[in-house]
């Protein structure tokens, strides 16, 4: 004879379950907006970083000027490359004249096509700001050094939506670093980012 055994739940094992599950979501949550936080204050300083050195590498691989403009004008604030006179880094279509693109080459004549679009907005970072940009910088094709009137050492802050701080440091060589101050309320360690002096 076999035995007609029934398995699974009861309502209270399940009850105790969801209460336990809603408990843990509950603790983890604000961890999870803390990290997110982190993350999307040093993912924007990195960008403006890797673009710093994208300026100064196109300048001089392309013999042109290259210029970095900064706008906060908007609903929220962008910067890009360029190596016209001057951009609108919140233009997204690459087909439009005013977006910011820089060469891929030395050529004289260049090609619609031989130029990408390099920019970035706080759309991409929500919850950051960013703070103390300079109008421009300018990099100039021999050297790759600045050549904008921004002073010797320019300090371009990120604020995050919990008060965190990045800031990108960019010295008249055109060379470009991120640090964290100590009282931005961060952990430089857990932002993978070294103090500011």
């Not at 599950?21 to 999307?40: E, K, Q, Y």
């Not at 403006?48 to 001089?60: C, F, G, N, T, Y």
């Not at 421009?136 to 904008?148: K, S, T």
């Amino acid at each position: 004879m076999i035995g007609n055994s029934q398995s699974g739940f009861t309502l209270i094992e399940l009850i105790i379950t969801i209460v336990v599950l809603v408990v843990l979501v509950t603790l983890a949550a604000p961890s999870f907006v803390d990290v997110l936080d982190r993350r999307r204050i040093v993912d924007a300083a990195e960008t403006l970083m890797k673009q710093v050195q994208q300026a100064r590498a196109v300048a001089i691989e392309s013999n042109r000027e290259i210029s970095m403009v900064f706008d906060d004008s908007g609903t929220t604030w962008c910067f890009g490359l360029t190596a016209a006179a001057g951009c609108d880094c919140y233009e997204s279509d690459p087909s439009e004249p005013d977006s910011c693109q820089i060469p891929f080459g030395a050529l004289v004549n260049l090609a619609g096509t031989d130029f990408e679009l390099i920019r970035a907005s706080g759309n991409d970072f929500p919850g950051v700001t960013l703070q103390n940009f300079p109008a421009a910088l300018r990099f100039e094709p021999m050297r790759g050094v600045r050549v904008d009137a921004a002073g010797p050492t320019v300090t371009i802050e990120f604020v995050s939506a919990r008060d965190r701080e990045a800031h990108v440091v960019v010295n008249r060589l055109g060379r470009a670093g991120t640090c964290s101050p100590a009282d931005a309320g961060g952990d430089p360690s857990v932002t993978t980012m070294r103090l500011c002096p």
